[in-house]
């Protein structure tokens, strides 16, 4: 008997099964995959800026347009103003969408009512359906974005949401579950007029977030005049509040007023890791940490604070060396000149002008310029944040 033979025609029979049972297994996963994906395939969500403009219909009145005006100031999109018989009228703003707000509006009117204006994005563009996001939802989506697990949105009432995030086997129930949870806790806490529909809320899986915002002007940048005595700092001290995480602690000793917000027992935090003074690193940390914070969660507050060592002069502002280097160059220049510090700690200078007034914009562009470059910066950004804190000029030369 040939054994040679006999072991590879076994052989190829194995072989042979096992192509057929991965082939089939390949199969089945990647019917499996299509129908999960077809039975939820995400949402490509769209989001404007924070602004809005008021909006009148065509037929109204000259009272009506002032008094749509007025109610509308300063609201959300969406929203509307209905006016009717007798003077009644009826407002709503914050809506999903503009359906929403119209419905709310007109049932808060009542019978007879119209909409005479309607507040919407200033920088709005044709998007599918409702995939536009308020700049208020898609901060706190776009907060660590993009997530490393499963990210939810749920959506319904009049304006109510909830965010859910999650890693692991279930993630995508869990990370479900939470958005659910929380829109319908904010949908509860609602009050739409009587005759209003408040939907129950839905959620969709977030797949990918357009930021439809145009690019913002960046100069002339703006800035504050505070001179300020500079000092250098070598070393630094963490400053903690008595019940602050452990775990949340800065571990950069060398980033100068780095601050850590933090709040809730879920552990909602936010950091920035160096700052130009103690009062801005501090309000962007709870800032980040607000966005980081569930619904029921208490409110973000001061943990951790990365300080100079030793005592300064009163008065003085603490600089890394680098800074003052750069400041001690900027001394020996000739002409107008300038020094700004910024919020996340970067600087600019000028020098060699024959106006003060232009140096010091000179220098607040250039400050501006290099804060817009750093990390802390970037992650401001990704959450659809800016600082919002301008350059200060701590120095200035007037020829």
Excluded at 90 to 96: C, E, N, P, R, V
Excluded at 275 to 297: H, I, K, N, T, V
Excluded at 343 to 349: E, I, K, R, V
Aim: glycine fraction near 10%.
């Amino acid at each position: 008997m040939d054994l040679t033979r006999t072991t590879r025609r076994k052989t190829g029979w194995w072989l042979l099964a096992f192509a057929v049972a991965l082939a089939s297994g390949a199969a089945g996963l990647s019917v499996w995959t299509q129908q999960r994906a077809k039975a939820d395939p995400g949402r490509h969500l769209y989001v404007f800026g924070p602004e809005a403009e008021t909006v009148l219909a065509s037929d109204v009145t000259e009272a009506e347009a002032a008094q749509a005006r007025v109610a509308l100031a300063d609201m959300p999109y969406h929203g509307a103003f209905a006016a009717g018989p007798g003077g009644r009228e009826g407002l709503w703003s914050g809506a999903h969408s503009l359906p929403v707000a119209r419905d709310h509006a007109l049932a808060a009117c009542g019978t007879g009512c119209r909409i005479v204006a309607e507040r919407l994005p200033l920088h709005r563009q044709e998007v599918p359906g409702d995939t536009a996001l308020s700049h208020a939802i898609a901060q706190r989506v776009a907060h660590r974005w993009p997530y490393n697990g499963s990210e939810w949105l749920a959506r319904g009432g009049a304006g109510a949401w909830g965010v859910g995030k999650d890693t692991g086997r279930f993630a995508d129930t869990a990370a479900r579950r939470k958005a659910l949870d929380e829109c319908e806790a904010r949908r509860a806490a609602e009050t739409p007029p009587p005759g209003a529909v408040s939907p129950p809320c839905r959620a969709m899986r977030l797949v990918d977030l357009e930021d439809m915002r145009p690019p913002r002007a960046l100069y002339p940048a703006p800035y504050t005049v505070a001179p300020v005595q500079l000092m250098p700092v070598t070393q630094t001290v963490l400053q903690r509040r008595p019940d602050a995480p452990e775990r949340h602690a800065l571990r950069q000793p060398e980033h100068l007023h780095g601050a850590r917000a933090s709040g809730g027992a879920r552990g909602a935090s936010g950091v920035i890791d160096r700052a130009g003074w103690p009062e801005a690193g501090m309000a962007l940390a709870l800032r980040m940490c607000e966005l980081d914070r569930r619904l029921d969660d208490a409110p973000c507050r001061p943990s951790f604070l990365r300080s100079p060592a030793g005592d300064l002069p009163a008065g003085a502002l603490a600089v890394s060396e680098a800074a003052f280097a750069a400041f001690r160059d900027w001394q020996t220049t000739d002409g107008a000149g300038a020094f700004a510090i910024g919020p996340l700690g970067a600087w600019g200078s000028a020098h060699g002008f024959d106006d003060p007034a232009a140096a010091m914009q000179h220098a607040a562009d250039w400050c501006h310029h290099a804060t817009g470059r750093g990390r802390d910066y970037h992650m401001l950004k990704r959450a659809l944040q800016e600082p919002g804190i301008p350059c200060r000029i701590v120095a200035l030369r007037e020829r």
